[in-house]
């Protein structure tokens, strides 16, 4: 075979090899060159942790907690959406761009077409993309109704994250509690007038609960752990966006996880109010605050323990 051959026959492999454009169910057509682009990106920064086939059983994958991410799933833990459905582009994109704190999935700094053609590839990998479109983004329905009076609303977003009750949606039987037996006690009485005398063991703990990902998770404690997609407050990204952050996180739920969607059983104030009391706990972490507070905490179960009431 001639030179002229060679270079035919490679140039024909090459071009053979192109991803097929793909059809989505929304009406969009992803050409091919866009494909191929992110199926590049997508085999350099990707593939040895999601896999050749998106299926999370790259070479790194082994012993990774959480796993990665299963692309032939397509089921995303944070798409904004509801439980369930199929992401938007931006949130994706989001998580590319930010990485999961905590896990192996690190921000990548792609140029921006990088990043918007590997996720376009990665909807290769399920048919879903192909029969179903994207789920409508959950999004606050107005401005934040607390601005201006940010110690109201911790001090309401305390209550809704505690207290069990219409309009509440008592977090601490997922996460920890930060008040101390008597301090809830106090505080579920004032809302509810009823005053309760039980209460669970690990009550200052974050509870381990199913995932529909293969694995079991344990809901953050705020005070100790960073959280996966809210990053600290910087020049860049300031207060009122990482507020924005908390609020769509507990709209939209976690998908496959045990936290709910919580856009529609909460009139949208106690959305807010919840956003500023995380907040105010992720204000603390890493402080000696934060240490005092926990110290406080786990002397109130020895204490529990020691009197024989749960």
Not at 38 to 56: I, V
């Amino acid at each position: 075979m001639n030179r002229a051959a060679a270079i035919a026959l490679v140039w024909l492999c090459a071009c053979s090899d192109a991803p097929a454009p793909l059809r989505l169910a929304d009406g969009r057509v992803i050409d091919s060159a866009t494909l191929e682009r992110g199926r590049d990106a997508y085999r350099l920064y990707c593939q040895s942790c999601h896999g050749e086939r998106g299926d999370g059983r790259g070479p790194a994958a082994p012993g990774q907690r959480p796993p990665p991410r299963d692309f032939t799933q397509a089921q995303f833990k944070f798409g904004g959406v509801a439980a369930g459905e199929l992401p938007v582009d931006e949130a994706l994109l989001r998580t590319v761009r930010r990485g999961l704190q905590g896990t192996a999935m690190q921000g990548w700094d792609l140029p921006e077409e990088d990043r918007a053609a590997v996720i376009q590839y990665l909807k290769t990998f399920s048919p879903r993309w192909r029969d179903e479109p994207p789920g409508t983004p959950i999004e606050p329905d107005g401005a934040d109704p607390w601005q201006g009076r940010e110690a109201e609303a911790v001090a309401k977003g305390r209550a809704v994250y505690h207290v069990m009750a219409k309009d509440h949606a008592g977090c601490s039987s997922c996460h920890p509690a930060y008040l101390t037996r008597a301090e809830l006690a106090d505080l579920t009485e004032s809302v509810t007038g009823v005053r309760p005398t039980a209460f669970a063991r690990d009550l200052h703990h974050g509870r381990l609960r199913d995932t529909e990902y293969g694995v079991k998770a344990i809901a953050p404690d705020f005070l100790l752990q960073p959280l996966k997609t809210i990053g600290p407050v910087t020049a860049e990204y300031s207060r009122e966006a990482q507020r924005r952050d908390l609020y769509r996180v507990i709209a939209a739920g976690v998908g496959g996880t045990a936290m709910p969607q919580w856009k529609g059983a909460l009139p949208e104030e106690n959305l807010w109010a919840l956003a500023y009391y995380v907040q105010s706990l992720i204000d603390l972490r890493g402080t000696p605050a934060a240490l005092t507070w926990r110290e406080k905490l786990d002397a109130d179960d020895r204490l529990a323990v020691s009197a024989g009431t749960p």
